[in-house]
């Protein structure tokens, strides 16, 4: 059983940063793409941002050039480093990860961006 486990949410300030952690069970290299996905209360979950294997990174608009995801390989992590958040960032953040044997999900970590 695949597990995704995230880290680093928390309350932080608008115009502040966050930088949120994944750690898949097993080897990063298993799962090509993972990527972020949030959801506020009272919406849908919505895509923030995939990091393939290889190749471009790509993000929602709503996060474009504040948001960065990427892979650490010798520390088998994925990380989403948050800038400049506002407090429509405001969500419960989820690890995604897709390998051959299907899609998986961590269990989320709550950012909120208030004063």
């Known amino acids: 059983q695949v597990q995704l486990v995230e880290s680093g949410g928390g309350l932080v300030e608008p115009g502040g940063s966050l930088r949120l952690s994944c750690a898949p069970s097993g080897s990063i290299f298993s799962f090509d793409p993972m990527g972020w996905y949030r959801q506020a209360p009272g919406r849908e979950r919505e895509w923030v941002a995939t990091?393939?294997?290889?190749?471009?990174?790509i993000y929602a608009e709503s996060v474009k050039g504040r948001f960065t995801a990427y892979r650490d390989n010798a520390k088998n992590l994925v990380y989403l480093q948050m800038n400049a958040l506002k407090p429509e960032d405001t969500a419960v953040y989820y690890c995604?990860?897709?390998?051959?044997?299907?899609?998986?999900w961590g269990q989320g970590t709550q950012v909120t961006v208030s004063s």
């Open positions: 990091v393939p294997r290889t190749g471009s990174r």
């Open positions: 995604h990860a897709r390998s051959s044997a299907g899609d998986y």
